[in-house]
């Protein structure tokens, strides 16, 4: 999974178009309703299913760059990566929830839970897991050329010298550490 790191590394490092200016605080009806909208969305199994992701993601590239005296530890720091993980998990949720508070009115809030409480509302939560999991190898397959073009882009806009462009490159398909 090195190359998917690598991506979320540079979309974690590109600078955000605006910054947004803080926005108010949501009020306590907004929070609830923010709060059911994430429960009825299954909220808490997609911060979980997140969680672990991102506990293999950092784990992998923490153990692919250790050094060779300290790989029989691997185990015990993938153990420790996905505990620290849990323990973040509902800070991750209740950081969700706030967003949703924030970002919505709560007009919509309500009108998104009145939808995710129809029939049709429960069959996109419940399909939409099954989507994203059928989208995974299509994203796998095309991670190389991802990758390559992300490079040629940079070190367009960079002018990246030969050099640049090939440890670039490896860089992004082997993952940090290598």
Do not use: H, W
């Not at 997140?50 to 784990?59: D, E, N, V």
């Not at 992998?60 to 050094?67: D, S, T, Y």
Request: glycine share 6%; with cysteine; net charge neutral.
């Amino acid at each position: 999974m090195p190359a998917p790191f690598a991506l979320a590394l540079l979309l974690l490092a590109a600078p955000p178009a605006a910054t947004p200016a803080p926005a108010p605080a949501p009020t306590a009806r907004a929070m609830q309703l923010a709060r059911e909208v994430v429960d009825a969305t299954n909220g808490q199994r997609m911060v979980g299913e997140l969680s672990a992701g991102l506990s293999q993601s950092m784990a992998g590239a923490i153990v692919n760059g250790l050094p060779a005296d300290q790989q029989s530890k691997a185990d015990v720091y993938v153990q420790a990566s996905s505990e620290e993980m849990q323990a973040f998990a509902p800070r991750l949720l209740e950081q969700i929830v706030t967003l949703y508070a924030q970002d919505f009115t709560e007009a919509q809030l309500s009108e998104m839970l009145a939808f995710y409480r129809t029939p049709t509302g429960k069959a996109v939560v419940a399909k939409v897991p099954a989507i994203t999991q059928q989208l995974a190898p299509f994203l796998v397959q095309n991670m190389p050329a991802l990758v390559r073009g992300t490079v040629e882009r940079f070190c367009v806009k960079s002018s990246c010298t030969p050099e640049q462009r090939q440890a670039l490159g490896k860089m992004l398909a082997d993952g940090p550490g290598k």
